[in-house]
């Protein structure tokens, strides 16, 4: 069984800095891609970032220069470090194992950027 566990959402201010955490149970980790991906009230989940086996890494084009996805395979984790935080960055985020489709997801971690 995986389960995901994110952790480090919360409030913050525009500009602000904010670092996300997801643990991986199980012995997928090592072998997959990990993403980070959002959903904001009314709209579609999201592609964040993605980071592959091999340490490649991919954006959204709204969060390239400002976040950092990277992981660390002996602790099972991968994080999403977000600075220049704006308010439409406000979103659930979750991270995902696997691929959107056939994955496994977390129960997600709520950011607000607000003053």
């Given at each position: 069984?995986?389960?995901?566990?994110?952790?480090?959402?919360?409030?913050?201010?525009?500009?602000?800095?904010?670092?996300?955490?997801?643990?991986?149970?199980?012995?997928?980790?090592?072998?997959?891609?990990?993403?980070?991906?959002?959903?904001?009230?009314?709209?579609?989940?999201?592609?964040?970032?993605?980071?592959?086996?091999?340490?490649?890494?991919?954006?959204?084009?709204?969060?390239?220069?400002?976040?950092?996805?990277?992981?660390d395979n002996a602790k099972n984790t991968v994080y999403?470090?977000?600075?220049?935080?704006?308010?439409?960055?406000?979103?659930?985020?979750?991270?995902?194992?696997?691929?959107?489709?056939?994955?496994?997801?977390?129960?997600?971690?709520?950011?607000?950027?607000?003053?």
């Amino acid at each position: 069984q995986v389960q995901l566990v994110e952790s480090g959402g919360g409030l913050v201010q525009p500009g602000g800095s904010l670092r996300l955490s997801c643990v991986v149970s199980g012995s997928m980790f090592r072998i997959y891609a990990l993403a980070w991906y959002r959903q904001a009230p009314g709209k579609q989940r999201e592609l964040v970032a993605v980071i592959t086996s091999a340490e490649s890494t991919n954006y959204a084009d709204s969060v390239k220069g400002r976040f950092t996805i990277s992981r660390d395979n002996a602790k099972n984790t991968v994080y999403l470090q977000m600075n220049s935080l704006k308010p439409e960055d406000t979103a659930v985020y979750y991270c995902n194992i696997g691929g959107a489709t056939m994955g496994y997801w977390g129960q997600g971690t709520q950011v607000t950027v607000s003053l």
